[in-house]
């Protein structure tokens, strides 16, 4: 097999400073963090941390948000800092810090980092996702007191940070009355442009509600220490994304106190008044978007959807490592083209017919699959169990898969956002990757029109386009010939799981699909693109398949 290598640039050390010069991280916090090894902070991390250096009781720097491109860590740039401002603890657990993030995964992804690099602590963690009921959520983190007469209860915290999303929180605040925010000192929303977009606005009213209180201050105001202003417990604010949001009426939702603003200047982090850059966004502004520092760019350019096949499975067959050493992304469009691309591939891979000695394993990621099913779905590409996952834009959004090395964009995404987020799961923390999309002609002008939007003063990344026909590609007319067999049986499949012949939520074992395999090359011959022809296939497909199973 001739391999045609995409060679990613790497980080240097410029990017990186040991975070053993930040003297106010706990040594039980450096501990947990070489256990991970993790020996350096990328130096947004860095001018992040020195900014929160004084992140305690008695100063209040002001509230922050941060935009930085995937991959460069903004999960520690507050999950270090909160577990350092809250590590001392003079009383009893209370609910201190509180992490707002878009979807249930992101909960459970979060609540195992909190957990790791607290381990040597003694504060308390609980997530709340949805994945039990609201009664036992409630009771892992609080507790109801009778006072004096049995009918008086008052609930009383018992953890230290919660992480939720936003719907849950609302539900736990509208069932329950004890459900108290006022002990908040630290409000964080990871992925804050998706928390403030459509219908997720609705729970900004009901829990700054019970933050009013706390939000008393002039915006005019600078740094102050809490006897400055009399505040027990200030609430300090701090929103992440790799795509932020500029809406200057979002934003004042929000009742931002004295807000910088962290973000990229060319090749250097900038700090500015986040007031100030969101009233510019009225002046047509340009919005400036980032791609991972590591990332390699590439663009298959085809005429016909069977050509987008074929240039998927050439792609995966010339990587730069074989394709059994590797973890791939492919992104599509929702979760029906999901489930048919993932079938076309477990079809194509199976049998061994490509790899002898090997099996390519193949896994789809939607919501078609339950919470359990995707979460073994993420572990299973994590541990290298599967080489290829086929997957919605359900794990675009913040999530850390690891052992990403490629991610395919086989549907062209509609928004610079979304193509952000699905290239933003490979070449994280300082690791190599490739994003490589594959367009049909009349896509290629807005796929430009989205690249163009693109910052590329950081990374100077240029985007590699290559025509895929029979005459750029030595080997496309036998690829073509296995993959036209391979969309024969594709269509025989669906088609028997419409009729529920096999079943459509479960993956296929090696012996069905080796005899799809057998059916697809039995009767690819009969002619193409006759309707009454094909159908007729079809049915005589149907009928092996049947007498098959029976």
């Known amino acids: 097999m001739t391999t045609t290598c995409f ?29 991970q090894n993790i020996y350096k902070l990328f130096r947004f991390q860095w001018s992040i941390f020195k900014y929160l250096k004084y992140l305690d009781r008695n100063y209040l720097p002001g509230d922050l948000i941060i935009q930085a491109p995937t991959g460069t860590g903004k999960t520690l740039c507050y999950v270090l800092p909160l577990l350092q401002a809250l590590r001392k603890r003079t009383s009893r657990p209370c609910l201190r810090a509180l992490v707002i993030v878009p979807t249930r995964e992101l909960v459970h992804q979060l609540s195992s980092v909190f957990q790791f690099l607290a381990d040597e602590t003694d504060l308390k963690i609980v997530g709340f996702s949805g994945d039990s009921s609201i009664s036992s959520e409630r009771f892992k983190a609080l507790e109801t007191l009778c006072l004096v007469e049995e009918t008086c209860h008052s609930s009383l915290w018992k953890i230290d940070i919660l992480i939720s999303t936003p719907g849950r929180l609302v539900d736990h605040i509208n069932h ?3 459900f108290k925010l006022n002990t908040l000192e630290f409000l964080v929303l990871d992925e804050t442009d998706r928390l403030m977009t459509g219908q997720s606005l609705e729970w900004v009213e009901n829990i700054l509600r019970q933050l009013c209180p706390l939000n008393d201050i002039s915006e005019d105001s600078k740094p102050y220490s809490v006897k400055e202003i009399g505040l027990k417990r200030p609430l ?3 929103l992440f994304s790799a795509t932020q949001t500029n809406s200057v009426s979002k934003l004042t939702n929000l009742f931002l106190v004295n807000p910088a603003l962290f973000t990229y200047e060319g090749n250097e982090v900038a700090v500015s008044s986040a007031l100030e850059n969101s009233s510019n966004a009225n002046r047509d502004v340009k919005r400036k978007y980032w791609l991972p520092f590591a990332l390699e760019e590439f663009v298959l350019l085809c005429k016909s959807p069977v050509e987008k096949l074929i240039s998927l499975i050439w792609y995966l067959e010339h990587l730069e490592r074989p394709l059994l050493d590797t973890g791939v992304l492919v992104f599509a469009s929702s979760k029906t083209s999901v489930h048919r691309l993932f079938r076309f591939l477990s079809l194509y891979f199976s049998g061994n017919h490509i790899f002898p000695n090997n099996c390519v394993h193949i896994a789809e990621l939607s919501s078609n699959l339950s919470k359990h099913q995707r979460r073994n779905v993420v572990r299973d590409l994590a ?13 675009t959004r913040g999530m850390d898969l690891e052992n990403v090395e490629h991610v395919i964009n086989f549907d062209v995404p509609i928004h610079i956002k979304t193509y952000l987020h699905r290239v933003g799961r490979t070449a994280r923390a300082g690791h190599k990757g490739t994003g490589c999309t594959i367009l049909l002609q009349h896509q290629a002008h807005h796929f430009r029109q989205i690249l163009g939007k693109i910052d590329r003063t950081v990374t100077k990344n240029k985007v590699a386009w ?5 005459k750029n590609i030595v080997e496309w007319s036998d690829l073509r010939e296995s993959v036209m067999e391979t969309v024969t049986c594709l269509q025989c499949c669906i088609e028997a799981e419409s009729r529920r012949i096999i079943p459509s939520r479960k993956p296929l074992d090696e012996e069905l699909k080796t005899f799809l395999r057998e059916l697809g090359k039995k009767y690819y011959g009969m002619s193409h693109g006759q309707s009454k022809i094909q159908r007729k296939r079809t049915k005589l497909m149907l009928d092996e398949l049947s007498e098959r199973l029976a």
């Open 7 to 35: 060679r990613q640039q790497l980080w240097t050390a410029e990017d990186f400073k040991p975070y053993k010069d930040i003297q106010v991280l706990d040594e039980c916090l450096r501990k947990r963090l070489k256990l």
């Open 176 to 178: 329950h009355s004890g």
């Open 236 to 238: 300090r604010k701090l």
């Open 383 to 395: 541990s290298k169990k599967l080489q290829i996952v086929v997957s919605s834009d359900v794990a």
């Open 466 to 470: 290559k025509e895929m026909n029979e």
